[in-house]
Structures are given as C-alpha cells and as structure tokens.
Nanobody, 112 residues
Framework: QVQLVESGGGLVQPGGSLRLSCAAS????????MRWYRQAPGKGRELVAT????????EYADSVKGRFTISRDNTKNAVYLQMNSLKPEDTAVYYC?????WGQGTQVTVSA
C-alpha cells in the first residue's frame, strides 16, 4: 500500500532554513508527480510546491517562490522541500502528497 512519511520539521527562527523529507513506498515513485502542501492553524490546505516525473517541471505557490525548492531522488524514492528565509507565516503542518494519498505531516514553526 502507498505510504508517505514526512520528516525534518521543527522550530526555527525567522530567516532560518529547514529541509523536509518525504519517504515514499508502495508505488512506482519515479513515474509520478509529487507535491508538498501545508495547513496553517484555522486555514485550509495550501499547495506549496509540485515536481513532475524525471525531467518534469517544478511549480511553486507565489508565497514561497524564490525561497523554497522542491527536489526528488528517484533512487531513494524521496522528495524534499528546502525552505530558506523562513517567515512566521510559513508556520504550518507540511504534508507530502501523491494523488489522493497523504503523509501524517510534519510541523514547521517559525518563531523568534
């Protein structure tokens, strides 16, 4: 069965960086688009970044463009989200997504 396991969240000061990881299993990872979403307290789930299959394009929400980078390693069945210049408004639970499958999420808190 499909499993997505996120890691790498934590507490960071404004301006800091974090790298999220998502380990995927149960499907042919290299063939599929992968996405990162986030959900802040009291808000809906927001698409943050998308990465296509090998050679595919990346896309970002305007709110993170230029600060976040999505990448993948098909040898490890993993997708990453490098987050730089973090802001308090980036505070949310971050989720890895494949079609209609979701991980358990990892909390990112940006606070002084």
């Amino acid at each position: 069965q499909v499993q997505l396991v996120e890691s790498g969240g934590g507490l960071v000061q404004p301006g800091g960086s974090l790298r999220l990881s998502c380990a995927a299993s149960g499907f042919t990872f290299s063939r599929y688009t992968m996405r990162w979403y986030r959900q802040a307290p009291g808000k809906g789930r927001e698409l943050v970044a998308t990465i296509g299959p090998p050679g595919g394009r990346t896309e970002y929400a305007d709110s993170v463009k230029g600060r976040f980078t999505i990448s993948r390693d098909n040898t490890k069945n993993a997708v990453y989200l490098q987050m730089n210049s973090l802001k308090p408004e980036d505070t949310a639970v971050y989720y890895c997504n494949h079609i209609n499958f979701w991980g358990q999420g990892t909390q990112v808190t940006v606070s002084a």
